[in-house]
């Protein structure tokens, strides 16, 4: 298969394609007569992996060393295990983060909702946001 084609069989771009050889993920045959990268059925296979293990929030370093253990005979299945783990928490820590971020923006609109749109005066940007305080939509932060 050429890069288009199998870009078209995974679903993704032919720059993706092109990116995975180049970090190691994927290892095409060359084509003798033209160069050409020449992509088999395993190397669609290893990337609907690729893809299938970002969904699940893994990295590309993290992706290449489940193949490298793969590839050397070893079960990655523990290292997988650990890497989604630990993921969850991240999420969860992410998820907390956005939701505070949230919750900072609904009351800057409720808080903004009671003031009118200033106007420059040398001391002060924009009176709305500097109007949340430091710390949250508090003048006393």
Known sequence: MKVSELAQAAGVTPETVRYYPRVGLLAPAKDSSNGYRRFDAADLGRLRFVLRAKRLGCQLDEIAKIFGLAD????PCPVVREIVERRIVETRVRLAEMQA???RLE????????????EPDGHAVCALIE???????????
Do not use: F, I, K, Y
Not at 131 to 141: E, F, K, V
């Open 72 to 75: 050397g005979g070893r079960t």
């Open 101 to 103: 971020l949230q919750a």
């Open 107 to 118: 009351n800057a609109v409720a808080l903004w909702a009671r003031m009118p749109d200033g």
């Open 131 to 141: 109007a949340t305080g430091d710390r949250g939509t508090d003048q006393d932060g």
